[in-house]
């Protein structure tokens, strides 16, 4: 809970989140997520780097027990799914058991479904289970269906549905501080990366701030690679692209600049 | 490792597996995740459940934790990514380290790669990097590009490209000792998840061998739900699915059988 006791960014840390996906439809194969990869994308976006995923099963355990170890050990944590108005929906409740807090009805989010409602049945007892919140919660606007994300802690409790959670994390977008930028350049080749792999290296090791990544492919029946390198010092990053752009020319192969 | 000493499949017992995604390409957004999905239904044929997901980074402490972690409460655990070979791929060497054991080339994977690389410009020391294995593994065949996937106790490491990693998994087909297979039923409705709560909560208590997850959907400007059951007991599932489409119905609404 670090970040929340800072009122300002610093550009010089590593501001990092972890991610919990709450859902048995993951893990049985029914449904592929969709979530991980936008909210790393926008997590790059706000200077917060994704340092681990867990998938876990709608059960209050594992839901406890990964709250507690990944909300410890990063400066933000963001969950996705369970948060609906159903039984397997158990997100509140681990969240809330987790901090050893009660869980209440929000009286904001109450009222922005009683809004949502009125022309759509009123306010069952089912549709208020998405009012409540672990105690001391603010919540995160949803301007598609109504039911708001929960903010607790440094805990950023979002839908599993991707597009609300994408709304969600618009909502939250240039809120949290955040450090410099991962930024990234890629560079492809129609190169099998084994025969540039000492390269690769030799490139890295030169360029301290930069991770070369090499994502190999076989596509129209070539073998090829992109390298992707990822810095947050801009013009070190520069210099570690053209180095590499240079090296596999002069190895006699081809770079695109950009990526295949 | 409980499923090493056990030469035949229980079916009463529940096996279980996790799966660890090592790459920092998951975790900065740039490549989505396509292992998940399939290794989990490839995991319910075999009767085994798919328990927990991890996505780490290409980091040797961070790939130890989980692997010990995980390989200590589950009967199996699965790896992805990582066994490439270029300097980002450790996770053999991460796997050895979390095991205590040292880093052998594998002879047969070595023929291998010679034979696959006798006219692709022959065994470079790093195409040699992926005869590497843990001292004890042995090879999972792979039929596409000749790096094979490895078996170290109850630990399958397989490629992170997903048509190689399918590839493996086709290779250890009814090789794992397992369960009786989780089976589903899904059953659709156009209805807000909200105003069936109630009954789905009373058609899963009465029906303690299932699971029922409800899924919301926005489609053709409607609102929508799919209803999946799981259990391993047919008999208590197809009761379940009875009552479930009856429930529905005797409250109003339309229910699809197979899903919308």
Redesign the interface.
């Given at each position: 809970m670090r970040a929340m006791s800072e009122p300002m960014s610093d550009p010089e840390r590593i501001y990092t989140a972890a991610l919990i996906?709450i859902?048995?439809?993951?893990?049985?194969?029914?449904?592929?997520?969709?979530n991980?990869?936008?909210?790393?994308?926008?997590?790059?976006l706000q200077g917060i780097?994704?340092?681990?995923?867990?998938?876990?099963?709608?059960r209050t355990e594992?839901i406890v027990e990964a709250v507690n170890l990944l909300r410890a050990r990063n400066d933000y944590l963001f969950t996705t799914g369970g948060i609906?108005?159903?039984?397997?929906?158990i997100t509140v409740d681990a969240i809330s058991e987790a901090l050893g807090v009660p869980v209440v009805v929000h009286p904001h989010a109450r009222s922005v479904l009683e809004t949502y409602y009125a022309a759509?049945?009123g306010l069952?007892?089912?549709?208020l289970?998405?009012a409540r919140v672990p105690e001391g919660a603010s919540l995160i606007q949803n301007r598609?269906?109504g039911a708001p994300g929960i903010q607790v802690a440094n805990i950023y409790i979002l839908a599993g549905?991707p597009h609300i959670a994408a709304l969600m994390l618009d909502a939250l977008s240039g809120q949290l501080p955040g450090g410099r930028p991962?930024i990234?350049r890629t560079v492809g080749c129609w190169v099998?990366?084994?025969?540039v792999?000492?390269l690769?290296?030799i490139t890295?090791r030169e360029h301290p701030s930069c991770?070369?990544?090499?994502?190999?492919?076989?596509r129209e029946g070539r073998v090829g690679a992109n390298f992707?390198i990822?810095s947050v010092d801009e013009a070190d990053l520069d210099g570690c692209e053209t180095a590499l752009i240079e090296r596999l020319g002069g190895a006699g192969h081809e770079p695109v600049e950009g990526g295949i």
């Open positions: 996906v859902g048995d439809e993951i893990l049985s194969g029914r449904t592929q997520d969709k991980i990869a936008p909210i790393a994308l926008w997590l790059n780097r994704l340092a681990e995923v867990r998938v876990v099963a709608d594992a609906g108005p159903t039984h397997d929906d759509r049945g069952t007892d089912a549709r289970r998405m598609m269906s549905v991962l990234s099998p990366e084994s025969e792999a000492e690769l290296r890295e991770q070369i990544g090499s994502y190999p492919f076989f992707v990822r």
